[in-house]
Nanobody, 123 residues
Framework: QVQLVESGGGLVQPGGSLRLSCAASGNIKSINAMGWYRQAPGKQRELVAAFTSGSSTNYADSVKGRFTISRDNVKNTVYLQMNSLKPEDTAVYYC?????????????????WGQGTQVTVSS
């Protein structure tokens, strides 16, 4: 099994910054894609930023130039640096990863989600 543990959410004033972290653990063979989604009240979950297969990055238009995704492959951790935060960035942020992990015999590839971390941007 694979676990994704997020940290770094909180309350911040407009224009402020936060850094989210997501660490993957388990009997991991490889992480094929990893990134962040968010869901605001009454809205659908949406992609914020992600490393896709092949190591390219993908950002939502609404966060380009303000958010930066990075990763530490040794630690199986992905980060989201969020600058110039706006009230409309308020949401629960979820980490997502497509992971191949070892079984007793063979491997299994699956899509995993973290528990979510609340980000609130308000004065």
């Amino acid at each position: 099994q694979v676990q994704l543990v997020e940290s770094g959410g909180g309350l911040v004033q407009p224009g402020g910054s936060l850094r989210l972290s997501c660490a993957a653990s388990g009997n991991i063979k490889s992480i094929n894609a990893m990134g962040w989604y968010r869901q605001a009240p009454g809205k659908q979950r949406e992609l914020v930023a992600a490393f896709t297969s092949g190591s390219s990055t993908n950002y939502a238009d609404s966060v380009k130039g303000r958010f930066t995704i990075s990763r530490d492959n040794v630690k199986n951790t992905v980060y989201l640096q969020m600058n110039s935060l706006k009230p409309e960035d308020t949401a629960v942020y979820y980490c997502n990863a497509e992971v191949t992990h070892w079984l007793i015999r063979g491997t299994y590839s699956g899509d995993y989600w973290g528990q979510g971390t609340q980000v609130t941007v308000s004065s």
